[in-house]
């Protein structure tokens, strides 16, 4: 799902930077500056959500279709 791609996208940018980080010395500039970003990244929590409401995640979506589907089962059985 996306939500599970969007936090792997996440944690490669993370490695990535770290790696970028290696071969500079821990006082340049953009050491800092790569280190605030991981810092930023590190306290964001990656997830999609419904207007702050609930989080949509793999388990939000399989509650609404079944929620769908069960609405449809009552509908059908109430026109036969």
């Given at each position: 799902m996306c939500c599970d791609y969007a936090i792997r996208e996440q944690k490669k940018i993370i490695r990535t930077c770290q790696e970028l980080q290696?071969?500079?010395?821990?006082?340049?500039k953009r050491y800092q500056e790569l280190e605030d970003f991981i810092e930023q990244l590190q306290m964001m929590d990656v997830r999609f959500t419904a207007?702050?409401?609930f989080v949509v995640d793999r388990n939000a979506t399989i509650m609404l279709i079944s929620v769908i589907a069960n609405y449809f089962i009552v509908l059908v059985q109430f026109l036969n």
């Open positions: 290696k071969p500079l010395d821990i006082f340049a207007f702050r409401c």
